[in-house]
């Protein structure tokens, strides 16, 4: 018996929408448009909510970028537990929503594995940040978000540390896990699965428009499918997202913990 005939919703959905979208396959112009359109509205949240907002209280842009995040994430998070309610009658993101969760690995063996991915993502995406540095200042100068530029701390300029602290104490929670976490459900668990006329491509199909659906620092997408790719890659072939949620919300959470420390004990 395959993953989808264990994860099959339970009856047919009568909404169309709903079984469009809870379908086995999509169709590449829909899975497209489910990849990017997420961040273009991100984007339009941070300009209009965001932005205003942070401006307003005097706080760093980081700020605005959750907020944005915020606003768009979290109603598509509620949108997985509709679609549950669909298919299932009940709100969750089972019932064929949300799927690579048969956990074909005990949990010790899917923590070391976890860690092993968490470590890669972590340690590669820093190394990294000299690609980022070179593709922004070769290709996206014109880009004309506040804070955008090539440093991964260009937020922090021009404020107080109480005020830095505060945010990343606010916010730090959303974007170090939760809001990571929204994304794998989303990216690997509902929007990966349904590719299977791709085959063996669907992993870097869906790594290359997860790293482009980052429109607010989109320099980064030659590192991001590198870092992104052996990770998205094992959930494709295991059926077991776990894995990214260690590699993407887990390594998040690392380094948040580990520069608010730095930041706080003055080693940054």
Do not use: C
Not at 60 to 86: D, E, N, R, S, Y
Not at 150 to 172: N, P, Q, W
Not at 213 to 235: E, N, Q
Not at 263 to 268: F, I, N, Q, W
């Amino acid at each position: 018996m395959n993953e989808t005939q264990l994860e099959a919703p339970k009856a047919r959905p009568t909404n169309r929408f709903a079984a469009k979208l809870l379908a086995d396959k999509h169709s590449i112009p829909l899975s497209i448009a489910l990849h990017l359109v997420p961040g273009a509205l991100i984007v339009a949240a941070y300009a209009w909510i965001g932005a205003p907002i942070s401006r307003a209280i005097g706080a760093p842009i980081f700020a605005a970028w959750a907020i944005g995040l915020m606003v768009v994430l979290f109603p598509l998070w509620f949108g997985l537990f509709w679609l549950g309610k669909q298919a299932t009658g009940k709100y969750t993101m089972g019932g064929g929503v949300v799927r690579y969760r048969d956990k074909p690995f005990t949990r010790g063996k899917i923590t070391l594995i976890g860690i092993g991915f968490l470590l890669y993502m972590a340690i590669v995406s820093l190394s990294l940040a000299p690609l980022d540095t070179w593709t922004y200042d070769t290709f996206f100068t014109w880009v004309t978000f506040e804070g955008s530029g090539s440093s991964g701390t260009t937020y922090l300029d021009a404020y107080s540390k109480e005020t830095i602290v505060t945010t990343m104490l606010i916010f730090g929670a959303f974007t170090g896990f939760l809001l990571p976490l929204i994304e794998e459900y989303y990216f690997r668990g509902f929007l990966l699965p349904r590719l299977p006329q791709l085959g063996r491509w669907a992993p870097l199909f869906n790594t290359v428009l997860f790293s482009i659906y980052h429109f607010w620092a989109i320099w980064t997408v030659p590192s991001k499918i590198i870092f992104l790719l052996p990770g998205i890659w094992f959930v494709w072939g295991k059926h077991d997202i776990r894995a990214s949620i260690w590699m993407h919300p887990g390594s998040a959470l690392l380094m948040t913990v580990i520069g608010t420390t730095l930041y706080l004990t003055g080693a940054m």
